[in-house]
């Protein structure tokens, strides 16, 4: 099963609106990751966060952490027409058998499709 | 030239045949992964290697098979075709020494009749 859920599925907002996707997943992470893809072309990293950080931000993104409830959020600020995209997150699990370490692969939630109408 | 190429990009088949997806990069790194993605589901991990002679399988390996010729090339394998495995097709690497960040090719988009 997915160890990220992402909501909502779908989200339709009117350029200069911020978009806010939320993701939550199941056991202890070692960092979240945001992932963005346009139609039907590979993903690209956006930003990670790790365990111990609480909010990061990259040009117009802000992403938060809260690990006591296991659940992070993404905001698109001033939304433009070309970020109309999917957005996953993808989980970094937290391997306690290695010492800390994490398993080395990442685990994708079913992702948001953002639509930004001009 | 792209970091990650995947050949070829767009493939029809048929039941039953034997199909090779190839997937190269040139990032140095050591892991590479195949994922494959259906609609609404997202990604989901088929194979992954953490070096030439690591192979690890994903969560859905039933049917697929891998090699990991060098440090740049990681091949996924369907020994014998199904409909089912109709899908997008994705490779991804990563270093060890970050975050786990992974860089992705462009995919194939696989079609089995």
């Known amino acids: 099963s997915q160890q990220g859920e992402e909501d909502p599925q779908a989200l339709s907002i009117q350029e200069g609106e911020n978009a806010t996707m939320n993701c939550s997943y199941k056991t202890s992470i070692?960092?979240?990751?945001?992932?963005?893809?346009n139609s039907?072309?590979?993903?690209?990293h956006l930003i990670l966060i790790r365990s111990n950080e609480r909010e990061k931000h990259s040009g117009r993104l802000?992403?938060?952490l809260d690990t006591s409830k296991k659940s992070s959020s993404l905001l698109i600020t001033a939304s433009r027409a070309a970020d109309t995209a999917s957005y996953f997150c993808a989980t970094d699990r937290l391997n306690s058998n290695a010492g800390g370490t994490s398993y080395g692969k990442l685990t994708f939630g079913q992702g948001t499709i953002l639509t930004v109408h001009p | 030239d792209?970091?990650?190429?995947?050949?070829?990009?767009?493939?029809i088949t048929k039941t039953g045949k034997r199909i090779m997806l190839e997937c190269s990069q040139t990032k140095g790194h050591d892991r590479m992964y195949w994922y494959r993605q259906d609609p609404g589901l997202g990604l989901r991990l088929i194979y992954y290697s953490f070096d030439v002679k690591d192979i690890n399988k994903g969560e859905i390996s039933d049917g697929y098979s891998v090699s990991r010729q060098a440090q740049a090339k990681f091949s996924l394998s369907l020994e014998s075709a199904i409909p089912n495995q109709t899908?997008?097709?994705?490779?991804a690497t990563s270093n060890w020494r970050g975050g786990n960040e992974q860089f992705f090719g462009p995919g194939t988009r696989l079609t089995v009749l």
């Open chain 1, 40 to 44: 039907g072309r590979g993903l690209v």
């Open chain 2, 87 to 91: 899908a997008l097709y994705f490779c």
């Open chain 1, 30 to 37: 070692n960092n979240l990751q945001w992932y963005r893809q």
């Open chain 1, 62 to 64: 802000r992403v938060t």
């Open chain 2, 2 to 11: 792209a970091d990650v190429t995947q050949t070829p990009r767009n493939r």
